[in-house]
């Protein structure tokens, strides 16, 4: 009770900033894939048969929408995180007040999970506007992009509680996203990859996000749903648990 | 919200009588090196106190202590009647913190910084607003309610980080260094502004590096260094029980031959730091008569104060 009442009052104060850029932000939203499902979707995808038996630009669109996703919820918990923690000391005078550490770091995860929300929807709206997800199923990409928000965002807090210099981020976006975003089965199967990169690909949360988003976008349901989905709440939940740890010692000591 | 009330079940709130803030014997070590080794803290309602010391002298941690940010090794503290770090955050409903380093929110205007800060304490909206209209008069700043925090000088931001600490009615504020990077009108309007806090009967703690601040403001002060208790009481008391009354400074060209050859016979005690001679004494008439008679020299003289305390009891070293 009392902790979600601290919670409450910080996930607002970020919801109050982000509102006043929100016309910005949602428009960037929605332009940036949609440029990018109809250029590399018709451009790339000319050059294609079908994959996996649909139109390139309809396999594209499920992929997008989790890795948008991902981005959407490590940009906030690492840049827009530690500054609040760190450069603007933000949490700083949010813990003179009576708010615990663990309201202020539950309320990060929670709001980096909605801001990536809301990109993920985007996505999907631009998904039904160029007439890619027509079944019902798709109602379901709805609660898979808030979690794939609270996963990333899980994972992304122990990078920002690690962190000395916004340059430590530069390690979690090379060496652990961009190589799983080519992991994934974002862009092309998990399949088409030699057996050994399939075996780290099936352990990437990525690739449990795609397995779940792709099907769902195309109108069939996923294979073993509720694996894909304890695993990407596995993924989140050690995440936030570790943060708060680090973040304690830290900050608390 | 917590409330005194609920803290002693249904007897009455703690009277005058009680002490808002006590501590007893809190130690603190980080890596092997205790940076608090023991230090003793008891505030009267109403009172303003300071704790003094120089960089490193253990002033920050102790507060963060105070307020449950950071777990004592030993001791215990009762903050308005709430264990810390127990209950640090029912006590921290009833305190109001002015940081040493401002921590505004950028992205907000002064109006909305109170808002959201107030938001922290559970208050309600309407609570909210009606505190905001009167914090943003108090802290003269009704004029750029609606700037943002970039535009405003120095003692504008530092008078509203003082507002923001104010948001919710606190019987006691901890202000760490309020004053400090501030130009001598803003620090007079800070001054006025927490003599009034005072006469409203808020307690403070405050710690300062400004000898006068604290000679001007606090009713009684403790200084410490390398986590302990130096010396602790009244200003004027603490001077007279440390210090000659009165203090004879000789500077500039020839101080040095001067000291060497008058020092020992006109004073009680005296000091050569660089160029200047230190004199203190009970009675400094023959002093200033022999002084006088050399007009090469220049010379002040002074009543004994703070600042020569603090430099007697934590010496003249360079702190890093």
């Known amino acids: ?253 | 919200m917590g409330s005194r009330l609920n803290a002693s079940g249904n007897q009455p709130a703690p009277t005058l009588s009680v002490a808002v803030l006590v501590a007893k014997g809190i130690r603190k070590s980080y890596e092997g090196r205790e940076v608090v080794a023991g230090i003793d803290l008891e505030l009267a309602r109403g009172e303003c106190f300071g704790l003094l010391g120089p960089n490193g002298a253990g002033k920050t941690t102790t507060l963060r202590m105070l307020l449950g940010l950071s777990h004592p090794d030993a001791g215990e503290i009762n903050l308005l009647g709430y264990p810390v770090p127990l209950a640090a955050r029912e006590a921290r409903s009833r305190v109001g913190v002015v940081p040493q380093i401002d921590n505004l929110d950028p992205d907000f205007t002064v109006r909305e910084n109170l808002l959201v800060y107030g938001r922290y304490f559970g208050l309600r909206e309407a609570q909210i607003a009606a505190r905001v209209s009167h914090l943003l008069e108090f802290a003269a700043l009704e004029s750029r309610a609606d700037s943002r925090i970039q535009s405003l000088s120095g003692g504008m931001k530092r008078r509203l980080v003082l507002a923001r600490a104010l948001v919710n009615d606190p019987d006691l504020l901890f202000l760490d260094e309020p004053t400090t990077g501030l130009d001598p009108q803003a620090r007079h309007q800070m001054w006025e502004q927490l003599r009034a806090l005072l006469k409203q009967g808020k307690t403070i703690l405050l710690t300062t590096h400004f000898m006068d601040e604290a000679e001007r403001l606090c009713d009684r002060l403790k200084i410490i260094d390398h986590g302990r208790t130096l010396a602790e009481g009244a200003p004027r008391a603490l001077i007279a029980a440390h210090i000659e009354p009165e203090v004879v400074e000789v500077y500039g060209e020839g101080a040095g031959e001067w000291f060497a050859a008058e020092a020992a016979e006109l004073c009680d005690r005296y000091e050569l730091h660089g160029e200047t001679a230190f004199c203190y004494l009970r009675d400094a008439s023959v002093a200033v008569e022999n002084l006088r008679a050399q007009p090469k020299l220049r010379f002040l003289h002074r009543r004994a104060n703070l600042e020569d305390l603090f430099l007697k009891l934590t010496g003249r070293e360079m702190r890093e």
């Not at chain 1, 079908?50 to 906030?76: D, H, N, R, W």
């Not at chain 1, 916004?166 to 976006?173: A, E, I, N, P, T």
């Not at chain 1, 195309?218 to 990407?232: I, R, S």
Request: hydrophobic share 55%.
């Open chain 1, 1 to 253: 009770m009392k902790l979600s009442r601290g919670s409450l009052a910080v996930w607002r104060r970020n919801y109050l900033v982000w509102r006043k850029l929100a016309a910005e932000s949602v428009l960037g939203n929605i332009i940036e894939p949609l440029f990018y499902l109809v250029g590399f979707g018709i451009g790339f995808g000319a050059m294609l048969p079908e994959v996996e038996g649909v139109k390139y630009i309809a396999y594209l669109a499920g992929g997008t929408i989790c890795y948008s996703t991902m981005l959407s919820a490590s940009f906030e918990a690492l840049y827009s995180g530690f500054a609040r923690m760190h450069v603007q000391r933000t949490w700083e005078g949010i813990l003179n007040a009576p708010v615990s550490l663990e309201d202020v770091v539950l309320a990060e995860w929670i709001w980096a999970a909605s801001k990536s929300f809301l990109s993920g929807m985007a996505v999907l709206l631009v998904a039904i506007a160029l007439g890619l997800a027509q079944s019902w199923t798709m109602i379901f990409i709805v609660p898979l992009a808030f979690l794939i928000g609270l996963s990333f965002a899980g994972m992304g807090l122990v990078m920002t509680a690690l962190a000395k210099s916004y340059d430590f981020f530069m390690y979690w976006f090379t060496l652990a996203l961009t190589p799983m975003m080519l992991l994934s089965g974002v862009f092309y199967p998990i399949t088409n990859m030699p057996g050994w990169l399939q075996a780290i690909a099936h352990a990437l949360p990525l690739a449990h996000a795609v397995a779940l988003g792709r099907p769902l976008l195309l109108g069939h349901w996923p294979e073993a749903p509720l694996f894909h989905t304890v695993v990407l709440a596995a993924y989140g939940v050690a995440g936030f648990l570790i943060a708060l740890k680090i973040f304690r010692r830290r900050l608390l000591s």
